[in-house]
């Protein structure tokens, strides 16, 4: 399968400061990576879509001057939780889609968590 | 939105029997299905995708779609402990629509 890494893995940071998650493709290059959080024990949450060179699309409730999302080439994608709040503290996951042979397939990051004190 | 229901568990299996996993979707265009494996504290691992009815078989897992149904399965055969985590049914036409998961113990 293709390999999609995120850096950091994990981090903490102090309430009001902005954290950058990096997500990327190593093997493969991706036009549209996806970011998820997931809180303990519930499923994935969709955040938004990002798309190589235009903006990133967010899905209802999730605030995008909060969640910057920047997707500046074919292999990486950056989310940055600007003044981040103990309530941001979460798992952040991103995607990335393979398009091979007339099928789909989207493998995920191994995850960041999020700490903020 | 579509909406993917999987049966909730958690389901509990001997090592060695056969671990049975449903799904079924409610948007009828859905064209691609997949299963994907999450162990505690980690993200989920791409095990099966599948995009037309019938079976479709990787080692010990075999993933069942009928699109008539609206129903996909997936099939673990003889499980072994390290096959219990949470298992997500997916369902795309480009979004992923995930199932609330179903949780997997294999007992030794």
Wanted: glycine share 6%.
């Amino acid at each position: 399968g293709a390999v999609v890494s995120q850096h950091p893995s994990w981090v903490i940071c102090k309430s009001g400061t902005s954290v950058k998650i990096e997500c990327r493709s190593l093997d493969f290059q991706a036009t549209t990576m996806f970011w998820y959080r997931q809180f303990p024990k519930q499923s994935l949450m969709l955040m938004a879509t990002s798309n190589e060179g235009s903006k990133a699309t967010y899905e209802q409730g999730v605030e995008k001057d909060k969640f910057l999302i920047n997707h500046a080439s074919l292999t990486l994608s950056t989310l940055t939780v600007t003044s981040a709040h103990p309530e941001d503290s979460s798992f952040y996951i991103c995607s990335a889609i393979l398009l091979a042979g007339g099928s789909y397939e989207q493998y995920f990051g191994p995850g960041t968590r999020l700490t903020v004190t | 939105q579509k909406e993917v229901e999987q049966n909730s568990g958690p389901l509990s299996v001997p090592e060695g029997a056969i671990a049975s996993l449903n799904c079924t979707y409610s948007d009828r265009v859905s064209q691609s299905f997949f299963w994907y494996r999450q162990y505690s504290g980690k993200s989920p691992e791409l095990i099966m995708s599948i995009y037309s009815n019938g079976d479709k078989e990787d080692g010990r897992f075999t993933a069942q779609l009928n699109k008539a149904s609206q129903y996909v399965s997936l099939l673990i055969r003889d499980s072994q402990p390290s096959d219990s985590a949470t298992y997500l049914c997916a369902v795309a036409d480009y979004k992923l629509s995930f199932g609330a998961g179903t949780t997997v113990t294999v007992r030794a």
